[in-house]
């Protein structure tokens, strides 16, 4: 009895240690920040898209008599107490686009909304032009959740998730004005220094933050699609070529071979799922990430969605290494590994400490 | 099993090997856990048709982060299609002043801008998705019919007379195969029908009234196979 129970805690003991080692190094152990520059450059860019997508129906949509007057939303989305619950409740789906009344008021928050996205784009005060920008991108979607589209959905994810990191650190306005900063007082520049960043933990933990959610998002995917009875009979494709309205292109020739229908519905299904467990794969995330854009790019063909897939296709960078995107991995090292995975290949002698530390002791 | 509890205990990683202080670790940790936590409940609304009452509650506790970082889904499906009737192409279209209802070429219809791969234009679509979705709330829809005579009239300078959200059905891959020319026309006014319609009212100070023409009830329910599965093929 008194063995069987030291069984137990010696078990729940190694459980606890390796779990918590495991978790360490996942989410803490330092990682070059150049994934996630290069990223808050995409997805930047696909922010500025958003914001100024909306530029020429601005007054359409938000203005005094546009198309979706304020207390419309309000009572939509539960805001007021005439909204589709009944009784009001506290909503918070802040925008700041409900004060603007006017359209001048419109159009200078606008205008204002796109330097912000801009900047963060460019590089220029990262840190804070990154969160300003969340705020902006989730004000225009809170504003019309009514009109939010899986683009819309997915940019807010994104942009939350770089919050967190050094995304300044290359590639950016920061990076040139710091070097110049230095020059101007007349100190030696480090030139490798200037050009390759210092590994740090909150570049790591904004990278993992990446990857979860993008994983989660494939993994939402293909379980909301096979809660539907069309994506296990292999139709589903075909209800998105029908939509007259929405394709770019018409397959409806392709109503003569419907099993290369029903083989794309199901590849779409294994793809999204596979994606979302097998990533996480050494050798399996590089195959993902190639084959992905003849996921994306048919789809976007078929459904119109061009910017949701895009944006698809740029989340899936967050998988691969800073090292890689340098240029400077090592011959026979996998280019795609996530952040901590390949620290032995360089110099960061505090991360490869903790990845060493931690695989010792999960080998044990 | 048995030979890992063989093992002595792993010795703990050193601590000086981490950037972040142990309790640093540890705050963090705990902040990704319920983060993680809250968007599992706040996307699995996704994946079933209601919460539970569990995640209700916990919705309604943590709705400020939720609702705030836009994390709870609830507007966009991220199944694509389930090939019902809300899976289908909708649009609003707008009948001036003196316009004959009668002729399809007389309506004002929106979308009408731009590339139909553009979010410019899809968020027209996706107006009307909402708004057939939402059409047995009377009151409701009927704001949204009054903002856009309100939007045709001061933006555009028309005179509105009636609006309607429509849904352009699909066609199954037989009627393409096998149907006749109207049929395998996917524009064909058969492939029409009207989620909500209303007729509109233009005082002299501008202010758009509101007269709805079909009760929920009246407009057409998703055709049904004979094993009862929801089928958007027949128009």
Redesign the interface.
Known sequence: MANGIQ?VR??L??LT??FG?S??RF??T?ADPETICLLRILVGLAALY?VA?HT??L???F?P?????A??VR??TGMSA?G?LGAP??????SYLYLMESETLLWSAHVIGMIIVGCFAAGLFSRLAAVLSLIVV?SY??R??????????VL??LL?CLCWGPTGARWSLDQRLRTRRRAGREQPVDAAATMVPSA??AAN?SQR?LQ??VA??YL??A???L?????WAG??M???I???????VDL?F???H?VL?NAWTHGIVLFELAFGLLIWHRLARPLLLVLAPLLWLPW?LV?????FSLLMLIANACFVSGEALRGTVPRHADSTLGPGENRRADGHS?ER??AT??E???G? | ?RK??D????????EE????SSLK?TA??LL?IIH?FL??VA?SG???PAYSQLESRIL?RF???T?????D?N?????????TVE???H?IEVLAQGQRAEVDGDWLVLPD??W????????????GR?WAL?SP?D??TA??AQ??G??F???RNVIPARVRCRR?M?????V??GGTPGERN??DSSYYQVAYDANLVVSRNGTVSVVKLAAASEIAQPARTTDG?RN?ASP
């Open positions: 069984r010696e078990y003991q190694q240690t390796a080692s978790w360490n989410w803490f330092p958003f997508s020429a129906d007054v359409v949509w203005g008599d546009g198309l979706l007057p207390e419309t009572r939509l005439a589709p409740q506290p909503v918070f789906r802040w989730l979607v809170h019309a959740p009514l009109i939010v589209g899986p683009f819309d959905a807010p994810l939350f740090s933990t933990i933050l979860v959610h989660a998002l939402l995917m379980a909301t699609q809660a539907g009875q069309v994506w139709e589903a075909w209800w998105l029908a939509r007259a309205e929405s394709r770019l409806s392709l109503s003569q419907m229908v976007a459904t119109g969605h061009v910017s505090r400490r903790a530390a931690a010792t002791t999960i044990s | 099993m890992s509890l093992k002595p205990p792993a010795p703990a990683v050193p090997v981490w950037e972040y670790r963090i940790s990704l993680f968007a599992f996307m996704n994946l079933a309604a709705a400020f982060y609702q705030l970082l836009n994390i889904l507007f966009t499906p991220f199944y694509w299609t389930h090939a899976d289908v192409d649009r801008v731009g139909r791969g553009t979010d410019r234009y899809q968020r027209y679509q996706r107006l909402v939402i709330q009151e409701l704001s949204l903002a856009v309100t939007s009239r001061a933006q352009h699909l066609q199954s891959w037989e393409i195969r996917p524009n599965k958007t």
